[in-house]
């Protein structure tokens, strides 16, 4: 599976517009993107998936340029509810194993 | 969306004792199963893939006769930590696929803290 490199950590405000990046540049022609939420204590949560352009759904978007080799989850108006960590993964179609990366830690603030 | 279950959701126990840790599909069947492992302000690591009828596939380092998968059921996987110490204690997730929703990739269970005293 490709790997992927995600910030750390993220800082915003309340009702911010939120861009997480996350870069994949081994990304193979059949690679789906994922992006799932964690909360402290919970299971991961799924976001969304994509795999070229642009996906939009009712909690998030998700930008995918022509090669692919990034992507970059959008989180509209961020509430303090969103503070969680977000990770980015990337593998094929139907693929059943999850090697999640570091995630990227959002920390939003009043 | 399709909903995975644990249980327990915690759990305490002594060195050297056993805990089973249930995954359940509540609402699909799912022939294949994962259970993953999380440490504190840690990524979760995959530990071994559960199938159904047939003998799990355990990641390199993770230990098969330590960390025991049964899979009895197309709705149920097992994960028994057997004379369990305390660096054995973690959060430990188990995700499934549903096979009915096409792209729409795994749910994950919520999770069961495991503390060995």
């Known amino acids: 599976l490709a790997k992927t490199t995600q910030p750390i950590s993220m800082d915003s405000y309340e009702g911010q517009e939120v861009n997480i990046t996350c870069s994949h540049n081994?990304?193979?022609?059949?690679?789906?993107i994922t992006w799932y939420q964690q909360f402290p204590s919970q299971g991961p949560r799924f976001i969304i998936q994509g795999y070229k352009t642009k996906v939009t759904n009712e909690v998030a978007s998700l930008f995918i340029p022509a090669d692919r080799k990034s992507s970059t989850l959008s989180l509209p108006r961020v509430s303090l509810s969103d503070t969680a960590v977000y990770y980015c993964l990337v593998g094929p179609y139907n693929f059943n194993k999850f090697y999640f990366g570091s995630g990227t830690k959002l920390n939003v603030k009043p | 969306g399709a909903v995975v279950s644990q249980h327990p959701s915690r759990v305490i126990c002594k060195s050297g004792t056993s805990v089973k840790i249930e995954c359940r599909s509540l609402?699909?069947?799912?022939?294949?199963m994962f259970w993953y492992r999380q440490f504190p302000k840690q990524s979760l690591m995959l530990m071994a893939t559960s199938n159904e009828g047939s003998k799990a596939t355990y990641e390199q380092g993770v230990e098969k006769d330590k960390f025991l998968i049964n899979h009895a059921s197309l709705t149920l996987s097992t994960l028994t930590v057997t004379s369990a110490h305390p660096e054995d204690s973690s959060f430990y997730i188990c995700?499934?696929?549903?096979?009915?929703?096409?792209?729409?990739?795994?749910?994950f269970g919520p999770g069961t803290r495991l503390l060995v005293l």
């Open positions: 995700s499934a696929r549903d096979p009915r929703q096409g792209k729409e990739t795994q749910y």
């Open positions: 609402d699909f069947q799912a022939t294949t």
């Open positions: 081994n990304i193979a022609t059949n690679d789906y």
